[in-house]
């Protein structure tokens, strides 16, 4: 479900999608959205063409994360919604932000959605709003920008930071000041990432390579048969943009639940 959205053109046309379909469902319960008006909106906001968008929601009619309104009448123009599963999903990916935020300060955002779930569709769309607007989200740095352009780049970065790994009584910290400046991975194969990810093993090669040559990444030993490391640089990259997402994120359930969020937010993100 989440390799679709896993570049940074189709999860910002599918969070601008979402709100117009939120924001429709408040002002016309089960009025749904057209193909057309998504054309419209990924335009509007420098995303991609109106051929692109319409390829888009073909493609998620066609494996089900969206669905055309069964009580739409007109062949030509028919509106569709999220799948339940989507939506669903959709409510997990918030409230494993939300929980995250919780951890940093204290507060008690992801309880507060779970006991109102049907706020979801008054947060996401200031969610969307805010990454939209967000130079730091349209624009990213360096290593982050060379693989949020490239399918399933999004979940490549994903996968490489969850596999950072310590060893006994090593931290982060440490290894930089020791001046290494990186992490190693369990990643040893590019061929055994590309499975696992069901990536083409040549595409992915190609952007590790691109991203070896700017020094993000590295490999221990014999390259593609030892451990591979990610720079500091790389982490802090992919830190500053988690901590953007997680601004935006707060700042919109924050618009939507009072006394829901703990002191000191701000600095904890900033640190």
Same mark, same amino acid.
Request: some cysteine; hydrophobic content about 40%; charged content about 20%.
């Given at each position: 479900?989440?390799?679709?959205?896993? +570049? @940074?053109?189709?999860?910002?046309?599918?969070?601008? #999608?979402?709100?117009?379909?939120? $924001?429709?469902?408040?002002?016309? =319960?089960?009025?749904?959205?057209?193909?057309?008006?998504?054309?419209?909106?990924?335009?509007?906001?420098?995303?991609?063409?109106?051929?692109? #968008?319409?390829?888009?929601?073909?493609?998620?009619?066609?494996?089900? &994360?969206? $669905?055309?309104? *069964?009580?739409?009448?007109?062949?030509? %123009?028919?509106?569709?919604?999220?799948? =339940?599963?989507?939506? *669903?999903?959709?409510? @997990?990916?918030? #409230?494993?932000?939300?929980? +995250?935020?919780? *951890?940093?300060?204290?507060?008690?955002?992801?309880?507060?959605?779970?006991?109102? =779930?049907?706020?979801?569709?008054?947060?996401?769309?200031?969610?969307?709003?805010?990454?939209?607007?967000?130079?730091?989200?349209?624009?990213?740095?360096?290593?982050?920008?060379?693989?949020?352009?490239? !399918?399933?780049?999004?979940?490549?970065?994903?996968?490489?930071?969850?596999?950072?790994?310590?060893?006994?009584?090593?931290?982060?910290?440490?290894?930089?000041?020791?001046?290494?400046?990186?992490?190693?991975?369990?990643?040893?194969?590019?061929?055994?990432? #590309?499975? $696992?990810?069901?990536?083409? %093993? +040549?595409?992915?090669?190609?952007?590790?390579? +691109?991203?070896?040559?700017?020094?993000? &990444?590295?490999? !221990?030993?014999?390259?593609?048969?030892?451990?591979?490391?990610?720079?500091?640089?790389?982490? $802090?990259?992919?830190?500053?943009? @988690?901590?953007?997402?997680?601004?935006?994120?707060?700042?919109?359930?924050?618009?939507?639940?009072?006394?829901?969020?703990? =002191?000191?937010?701000?600095?904890?993100?900033?640190?």
């Amino acid at each position: 479900m989440a390799s679709p959205f896993a +570049t @940074q053109q189709r999860w910002l046309m599918s969070q601008a #999608a979402l709100a117009q379909y939120f $924001r429709n469902e408040t002002s016309e =319960p089960g009025s749904g959205l057209l193909a057309e008006r998504v054309g419209e909106l990924v335009v509007r906001h420098d995303l991609a063409s109106r051929n692109t #968008a319409a390829a888009f929601v073909n493609e998620m009619l066609k494996y089900d &994360i969206l $669905r055309h309104i *069964a009580c739409s009448q007109h062949k030509r %123009r028919r509106p569709f919604e999220p799948s =339940p599963s989507t939506l *669903a999903l959709l409510l @997990q990916w918030l #409230a494993i932000h939300l929980t +995250t935020l919780d *951890a940093l300060d204290g507060g008690q955002r992801s309880a507060a959605l779970s006991a109102q =779930p049907a706020l979801l569709g008054a947060i996401q769309p200031l969610i969307a709003d805010g990454l939209l607007a967000s130079r730091e989200v349209r624009q990213p740095d360096k290593t982050f920008s060379l693989f949020t352009w490239v !399918n399933d780049g999004g979940v490549v970065m994903d996968r490489l930071i969850a596999r950072c790994r310590l060893e006994e009584g090593e931290t982060e910290t440490g290894i930089v000041e020791a001046g290494l400046g990186r992490v190693t991975t369990d990643v040893t194969s590019v061929s055994g990432l #590309a499975r $696992r990810l069901n990536l083409s %093993r +040549t595409q992915l090669g190609r952007k590790l390579a +691109t991203a070896e040559a700017m020094g993000s &990444i590295g490999w !221990n030993g014999t390259r593609g048969r030892s451990p591979l490391w990610i720079s500091d640089g790389f982490r $802090r990259e992919y830190h500053a943009a @988690q901590a953007v997402k997680l601004a935006i994120i707060d700042a919109a359930f924050e618009a939507c639940f009072e006394g829901a969020h703990g =002191p000191g937010l701000s600095n904890a993100i900033s640190a």
